[in-house]
Every structure is written in structure tokens, then in C-alpha cells.
């Protein structure tokens, strides 16, 4: 059953979306040389103490952390942990939650640690993240959710191929519907599987975490000793960008962005809806 959220609901996902928002530029600015991934989940653990938040990832399935922190080619679901070190020339997806009065906020980004990165790392950050946004603009009202999926895969066939290798679009992992849980009904690919249908109309009131995971080869991955930690299959590094995104009668809110996606949806021709807390 797809969870459809009342405008009051809405509302408290947008307060936890902007404390989601608030980890984001608080482990942004940690992510440097030297610092340690364990570093960055203190970082988010206290962001999260300062807006009377709890984290959804700490104790979910047994997951030890606030944040997951992926390095290279993890590509999600990387444990924090003193002994992992960033180094200049890394990239690092980190993912982070936050609950607010049962309701949940989900998103990720992609962080380039210090300077001198590989321009085919640069563009392959900017493709990810565009084929979200190209995501978010295809949940409008009446479409349904494999054109979310269709506008994603379009995206990134479309752009061209990176000097060493491809895109691998990761098959095993993708977004879903966020609320009262932070995984919900229903699992979004981020290509077109024609056996799975078109899947639910998008009505007003349903909330899902678009979040696109791309790498520079392989689509497979597998998952290391400590039964989170997950790989692409050969060794390419990967990114990873997500946000949580409500749809209204007035269009999409991008719950976890700070200007509620009223920039980025614009260059789509898309008016962002009406941010419930100003």
C-alpha cells in the first residue's frame, strides 16, 4: 500500500527534511583530507541534537551508524568508521536521515574531498545528479511512477559515455516511498524493468526518495563481510545523489532541499510548490 500524506503531514516531512538539509552542508564542510568518516557521522550526530531530531539510519536493520558514508567504489550503505580516512583526490557519498514526530527526511549527495579530481569523477557527480533532477520533474500529477524511472535512464544514455568505460546504472538498489518509515512502498528503479508495469498513478499526497546510484562501469554490486557495506563488482567508483519529494495539487516540494527544489525545478519549466512552513 502506497502511503498518501494529508498537507499537516506534509509539513512535518518538510521540518525533517530541512534538518536532513542542515547534515548535509554541516558534513559537507567536514569532508576534507584527513578527517575520518567517523568524524563525519559526529558531525551529523550533532545537527541532529541541535534541531531535537532522531537519526532513521542508527539501529535500522542493525545499522551501526547516523550516516553512511561511502568512499570510491562503495557505493552505498558504507559503515563510518575511525580507520577509513579521506584523502585528497576521494569522492564520498553520504547519505542521512532525520525523523521529526514520527516523520521521516532522506537525501544524499555526492562530496569531492580536497581538489585535483579525474574530469570523467567530476562529470560523473554532475550526470548523477542531474538524472535526479530529471527524476523530480517527471513526478507531476497523472504520470505515473515508471516515468520517473523512464526520465532517469533517458538522462543518462543520453549523455556521453565517459572517456574509460560507461555509466553503470546500479540495478540492485533505488529510491522508494519515505514517511511515517523511511523505506516504503513502492521500490523506484532507476531504469525501465517492463515486467514490473507502470506502477502507481502519482496523486496528490504520495512522498518518494528519488536517488539515483551511478557508476563509471559495472551495474552489479555485492555487499562486503559486514553485511552493509556495498561495491560495485569491479572496482569502478561510483555517486550516489537523493532527495525526498512530496507531490501536491500545486506540484512538487523537494522536502530535503532548502529551497525546496524552486531553483533546479525552474530550469524545467516546473514551479516548485508552496513551502508549508515559509
Not at 71 to 76: I, R, T
Not at 265 to 276: K, M, N, Q, S, V
Request: aromatic content about 6%.
Amino acid at each position: 500500500m502506497v502511503q498518501i500524506k494529508t498537507p499537516e503531514q506534509i509539513a512535518k516531512m518538510r521540518a525533517a527534511g530541512l534538518v536532513v538539509a542542515a547534515m548535509h552542508k554541516a558534513t559537507r564542510e567536514a569532508a576534507v583530507p584527513g578527517a575520518t568518516t567517523k568524524d563525519l557521522d559526529d558531525v551529523a550526530r550533532k545537527v541532529l541534537a541541535e534541531h531535537d531530531a532522531k537519526p532513521n539510519f542508527l539501529g535500522y536493520g542493525g545499522f551501526p551508524a547516523t550516516i553512511c558514508t561511502s568512499k570510491n567504489e562503495v557505493v552505498v550503505h558504507g559503515i563510518p568508521s575511525e580507520d577509513v580516512v579521506l584523502q585528497d583526490g576521494d569522492i564520498i557519498s553520504i547519505d542521512a536521515g532525520a525523523i521529526i514526530d514520527g516523520w521521516h527526511g532522506d537525501a544524499a549527495y555526492t562530496a569531492f574531498v580536497g581538489s585535483g579530481h579525474a574530469p570523467e569523477l567530476i562529470e560523473l557527480s554532475r550526470v548523477t545528479e542531474e538524472s535526479m533532477w530529471a527524476g523530480i520533474a517527471a513526478m507531476k500529477l497523472g504520470n505515473r511512477l515508471v516515468d520517473i524511472s523512464r526520465a532517469i535512464e533517458t538522462y543518462i544514455r543520453r549523455q556521453p559515455r565517459p572517456a574509460r568505460g560507461k555509466y553503470g546504472i546500479i540495478e540492485d538498489y533505488g529510491g522508494h516511498g519515505i514517511g511515517t518509515e523511511m523505506h516504503m512502498d513502492p521500490h523506484l528503479l532507476n531504469y525501465v524493468e517492463r515486467r514490473r508495469g507502470r506502477g502507481p498513478k502519482l496523486v496528490p499526497g504520495i512522498c518518494l526518495a528519488i536517488e539515483p546510484m551511478v557508476s563509471l562501469g559495472t551495474a552489479k554490486t555485492e555487499v562486503l563481510e559486514d553485511d552493509w557495506t556495498v561495491i560495485t563488482t569491479d572496482g569502478t567508483w561510483s555517486s550516489h545523489w537523493e532527495h525526498s519529494i512530496a507531490l501536491t495539487e500545486e506540484g512538487p516540494l523537494v522536502l530535503t532541499a532548502p529551497d525546496g527544489g524552486k531553483a533546479k525545478l525552474a530550469e524545467y519549466g516546473i514551479t516548485a510548490a508552496p513551502d508549508p512552513l515559509g
